[in-house]
């Protein structure tokens, strides 16, 4: 789906038919939004290589399938800029990712992704009407607008996270169990992922705030280093989230030793009383003609007193060293 | 709340009303200091964007709660500083930080922070009366007495981790526990946590140090290199810290091991001699009928010598292998 | 095998012989494209020395068998690259790796290899009459087109080494084996080899990028950065898989303990249960003159419901301790 | 204590008093060296603030107490050098550090120190009416030869540890103790204490000599470098150090868990030879009206053959199993 | 040993005295090579610093015993060059170096070593006669020369150690012992080591290459950056065979635990087994006057129908859970 609009400060968003878009591009006057939306590769064609006559490699880019790498390339007239959002129902098994492609010039920004939706870019455009800034400032603060939106899509994720890894943290000391561990080392490669994901949009977000590109203001250019911010904690919290699960791992495996610990302690406190005692029962046992103990009347009732002084010293033995 | 003060070198400091700092600003002599304490959002914004204009991210900042990343931004006439003090009465728990903004400008100071108090500013501003180098040297001064104030607080949170860590380290020896482990590991995170903090902390000043805001005199810049070396030498501590918790997760996780191997020995030691014991006696339970040694006189007595040989010999035999 | 074409803009391939060539390099006209392939040392030898007049030490680089790190080496007039193909049909036991020589100048490309075949170079060789781009734009972008498609073929090996690592974590979880640790340890140990193998890639394509090499033009630097973009996810691609079989790792390793657990604990019940039940049967063995219970008609059923009391009790109390 | 000397090319050193300090400074001839041992604070006050007026922060971390980071200050007129020596006395349980402030001008060295002794100042002191070098190349060199000779003390510790940690390595091999673990890792934590010791004096050396400070002439910045060197290898042998102590504590911690196996398996080898023996016993021991085995003269001797068969069937399948 | 050739283009190499050297040096013609070899201290000072008056730190570099950290200095008329040579015959026990130093100008160069031989300036030595590229190409070559058979002679301990580790994994599945995993700890300690010569070796050529010393010619640069990318090659090769000892490590600490399951599961199997058997004995051997089995002809043989009804149930058991 191809929607296009006309901005220009102080006026309200106009549409704008494509075959004007050729026309605005010689005489540009405001500047013009295109978004293509869950876009075919035919519309792709048709638009960016049709229209506005983009760089083939740019164009590849947009059409591909699976992830790629943010980045910002340089391609003199325009900017192009690849960014990852986060569906926004992402739940903790796996990172989905979508992509958001974004063509900038000084007179257009035009915004490209293939999935089904992309929240960022349609709150833009809702928001478009109401927040007249949007019309005023040109296209770098749109473009500024968009990927501030994308990036704040990550809190969500990273709340769920949160409250995700302290759940777990509790849960491994009340009731270790290998489906706590699983959804630790789960929640560890998520966050890796996550790491990787957002640490080539933090330098692409950085090279848009340092590099003197043309198509980006002065003015933009503080607001592009206030998404830099954002990212940056972000990163922080993701190291943060990093380091309470390797603790946790950690009193997950140590529980298990414990555990272990414990069965053995049980273990040998039973057979340290019964072994003795047995043997006791069993010397009693024996057939032997000569053998003055079993005709003392005294001799069963004693061997009782003996069992239970065995087990209460025993038991004291144990109870001294703490095992209990 | 929102105080005010004119100071002037060789004069005491005098209260400015609000109307007058408007005033102060189109034609400044000497320097004022304004303090937004437990600012609500209507001081911030009739103070920072009506009195001063300030950039409105800038603002964003202030009013936003949560942890923000320490960093400075150069908006041409004036630097913006978030900075992160901690708690005087911070506990080993979790690290709790409060924020403090600083607007620096060569005629004036704004500090701005939400939370209920903020020390590092108040301490400043009663030393403001007695200590005259305060008026004399200029606001990047009274940033540097401010900075320096709030970077010293880390100290006494530093030195009761490092109490605690020994504490701890010698609790893992005498009696571990799964109680001490936890601790460790928070004690680890609380570690980490606060070196993501310092970390910041520690670039911010350096680019206070090194690069040339027209802000900062290169007289004030040595001062500030003071400061960066307090930061360094507390990262310092803060990986001393680390490094004796890790080796006291070790020694800890060892323990556990080598109760196990104690609980072990036990085990091994009196099933190694009572089950052949209980053997033997079995033997001589049994019912045949041709069974020559039941009908020896010296043959129970005997068998007692036997028992009594085979404990010598198992004891001397774990003895030698230094069991206990 | 010593294959040579001229390429002209607009004209159809057209072989050119040996001695062609050295009158070609007197005055250029279009490129030459020489291509050596499964070449002898002698075939090197009179090409690359006699017919070029290559530097001695790249030759020897081309001469010379084992892997060499991929670099890229300006001499003035040429640039030497040697870059890591990939064996399309690599298993995951070791990394075998193919080197290609590549000498590229304004006015030539030369390609070398030892080995039995090359697919990123007889694949461009035989596009090379379909694909009109490939005469049009000179010798870099043959360049790149060959080092794209050698990079692409990383990419099958990566899939099959995700699918590996997949099977294996559900392996890890449902039937732990010393044969799965070795298979998780022998793919970590393909990962940093192959990482080993791509990080110099990467370099060597960036230089590529970023230098200002006479020999590659502004425009076909474009084309290297996309080369370059395919490394970085190829890169991040290997760290997450290594990211995975580390905690693939640490599954297994716990489930060895966990089963420790399980055998203990199997044990500890059965003797807790039958060493006291032993014991009391070893006492109503014992053959003492005076010993009332012996005469009881009930004693000896009433026996039998304390055996079953106490089993009852022990499956209780392992029961309510989560033991089974 | 304070001393003080002026040395010129040819001649004696010279004693000078405070007062003709002042005079010198104001027309230089030679050069002075002021050496301020187990300095009070009224020492420090008197000499660095009213003599020679260096900058208050200077002479604040001259008077600080606690560990300082090494590092040098450039003060236009004169650098401000902070450097930690080592007790030549160093035990292996803490590293303790002294501070050792250097003032560095053209004309003067100023060295001072709060700590009982400093062997390197006083050993250079001592050698200057020996050695006429030090007259006659200036400041940077008798600075020179005092770091040199802080750093060359150094060696001693790292030689102590060196000789500790092979101790260890054997210890860990013959007779692995807690006691073993605890040294081990209290050696890793000196050693990464001396790290975070030498690595900023490393860092502060390399800007003596890569930095163009005009207090050190070309000549002298050699002779740093060779400071430099020596710092390399100390860092060179600790990492050396570190790696043997974790290799020490990985078999430390292996040779835990091969002693449980050994328990284990003679407890595992006592139990499996007896409780079949056990149970064959009680066997015969059953009270069955009708019992044939009983009846029959050979039964018994039978039984011993059997137990004694099993004995050996089990050991020899134990031998089979390399099980001792 | 001190000698001393005479190199021209063209000429067979001509012996020169030491006193001729004094003269060579005032108006040189060709390049000279002076070879100190086993060199004592006083050869050393007449030649270094009687003839060729060398600076006094790199002649106490030259005599210094002990390992020198790889490095070149920049003594403006002649570079000073440490390199660390490996004995061939080194062993796998610990990394023995020794010291090269090479003095080297546009007219001479001077090696000096103090150890028994050093095989690579022999070598070069030896081919002087036959080789008149070393002649003609000037000392830069000749040096190059004797640095990439330094380089070279790291090749057979890396194949050995690649060996070793090789045979180490497979004795890590066969047949795991103390002796292995020392044997590996060594080798990662020997790679670690290794490396440690390696980098500053490589940093010291990557200086050659890079920086534009007067004494290296830009033809001979070339050669010194085929060094360079040998010592690439070897540090890939070391980083390899640590990550292989690593993989061998955990292997063997895992192959610990499972031996020690194994012979819990083979004491669990022989327990579950005999106790519950073993009390059945115990019950029919008491001598309850009123104990109706005892009487009954068919209970003797039906008890041990029970007995082997419980050995086959309790083995089915332990199959059906794969113990064995």
Redesign the interface.
């Known amino acids: 789906m191809i929607k296009s609009v006309r901005l220009e400060a102080g006026k309200p968003p106009e549409s704008i038919s494509l075959s004007d878009i050729s026309r605005f591009l010689e005489k540009p006057r405001g500047i013009i939004w295109v978004s293509l939306e869950k876009a075919s590769n035919t519309e792709i064609e048709s638009i960016l290589s049709g229209v506005f006559n983009f ?1 083939p ?1 740019a164009i ?1 880019d947009c059409e591909s399938i699976g ?3 943010p ?1 910002v ?1 340089d ?1 003199d007239h325009y900017l192009f800029i690849i960014a990852n959002a986060i569906h926004p129902d992402a739940n903790l098994k796996d990172l989905a990712t979508s992509e958001l492609n974004i063509f900038l010039s000084e007179h257009y920004i035009v915004t490209c992704f293939t999935d089904e939706a992309m929240s960022c870019v349609q709150n833009i455009w809702q928001r478009m009407s109401k927040d007249d800034r949007l019309s005023a400032r040109g296209a770098d603060f749109i473009c500024h607008a968009i990927l501030d939106t994308l990036v704040d899509e990550y809190m969500p994720l990273l709340d769920k996270m949160d409250e995700e890894v302290e759940w777990l943290e509790d849960q491994v ?1 009340a009731n270790p169990e ?1 489906a706590t ?2 959804r630790l ?2 929640l ?2 998520m966050v ?2 996550l790491r ?1 994901v957002i640490s ?1 949009q933090r330098e692409l977000i950085n090279r848009l705030t340092r590099d003197e590109f043309l198509q980006i203001s002065a003015v933009s250019r ?2 592009f ?2 998404i830099y ?1 954002h990212l ?2 972000i990163q ?1 919290m993701s ?2 989230i990093r ?2 699960v390797s ?1 946790a ?13 414990t ?6 406190i ?3 009383i ?6 006791l ?11 003055p ?8 009732p004693a ?1 009782w007193f003996v069992f239970l002084l065995i087990v209460v010293l025993m038991l004291t033995f144990f109870k001294k060293r703490q ?1 209990f």
């Open positions: 760089h490699l590849e992830y790629q790498t980045k390339d391609f000391l290998t561990l699983e080392l789960t560890k490669h890796m992922s990787r080539p503080i607001y280093r206030d911010d940056v904690r922080d190291e943060s380091d309470i603790g791992v950690d009193i997950y495996l140590n529980s298990t030793s414990l555990r272990l610990n069965v053995m302690k049980a273990l040998t039973v057979s340290t019964f072994l003795p005692l047995t043997f029962a069993g010397v009693y046992g024996m057939n032997f003609k000569y053998f103990e079993l005709e003392l009347t005294w001799a069963y061997l095992w």
